[in-house]
């Protein structure tokens, strides 16, 4: 199963790539986890990186679509994948579809997450990421046993620096302006799945995987770490 993940900042789209693609039992590949890692590295991809989105701008096509280039070319992608964050505009996923029509490997569906603007801002300005092990809470929704620690593996929490309320509003417009036409891109291409995203996880893990139930079988076993 091929699976593009889309929706705005702070939509889910990490929090249900991971249950998703442990049920459909292929690897999730996260543009924004790929950068981050890098970034925290030091690497030059990394500091190539970095100002984009630190100012919640889209890292340039070159530098993203050439990583996603090299990210598909290994070997545990031959059965599927589950892209987070990949494409973010029009012109990332026409290389996309080139590049899957290449390898006979067409995309599967995509699906989209339903939130509003205002949702979002409340899920953000509450997300708290663990240093260590990149596991995602929520001061609200999620909330940690001890208040800055993570419950995973004891890790330090912190706010994402693109998490502020200013710069969200700004990955917003960006949304808007670049990645929301790539909805009616795959609309058009008659693969587009839209689900509310509102309500507790597990609801919304329930309705994308019944989205997403039609194009492949599940495995039975592996679950999110
Ligand atoms: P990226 O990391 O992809 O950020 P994003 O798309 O803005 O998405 P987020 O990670 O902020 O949110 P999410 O939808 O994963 O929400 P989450 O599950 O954490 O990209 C970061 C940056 O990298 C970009 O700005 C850009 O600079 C660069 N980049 C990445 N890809 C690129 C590309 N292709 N091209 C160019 N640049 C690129 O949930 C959010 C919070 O809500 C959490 O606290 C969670 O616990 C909580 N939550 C989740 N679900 C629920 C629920 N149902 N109810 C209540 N709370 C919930």
Redesign the pocket.
């Known amino acids: 199963m091929r699976v593009v993940l889309v ?1 705005p ?7 249900q790539a991971q249950f998703i693609a442990s049920h459909f039992a292929v690897p999730k590949i ?4 790929i ?1 981050r890692a890098n970034v925290s590295a030091g690497t030059e991809l990394g500091r190539a ?1 970095q100002t ?2 630190d100012a ?4 340039p096509d070159e530098v ?1 679509i050439a990583m996603v280039r090299q990210r598909l070319a290994e070997p545990d992608v031959t059965e599927g994948f589950l892209l ?5 505009n029009v012109a ?1 996923a026409e290389v996309l579809g080139q590049l899957l029509a290449e390898l006979g490997t067409p995309l599967d569906a995509v699906l989209e997450l339903v939130v509003d603007h205002d949702e979002v801002v409340r ?2 300005s ?2 708290r990421t663990c240093r260590v092990c990149q596991h ?3 001061l609200d ?2 909330p940690p046993a001890h208040a800055g620690v993570c419950d995973q593996c004891g890790g330090e929490l912190y706010l994402r620096p ?1 998490d502020a309320e200013a710069t969200v509003r700004h ?1 917003l417009e960006v949304y808007d302006a670049q990645t929301a036409p790539i909805v009616e891109y795959y609309a058009a291409h008659g693969i587009l799945i839209g689900i509310d ?5 597990e609801e ?1 893990t329930d309705r994308a995987i019944g989205g997403l139930r039609r194009f492949a079988q599940p495995s039975t076993g592996r679950q999110p770490s």
């Open positions: 929706g900042p702070g939509a889910g789209k990490g929090t996260s543009t924004g986890d950068f990186a984009y989105m919640g701008d889209l890292v993203t987070d964050g990949f494409p973010r990332q899920r953000l509450g997300r995602v809470w929520h929704y999620d693109d990955r995203a509102t309500g507790p996880v919304v």
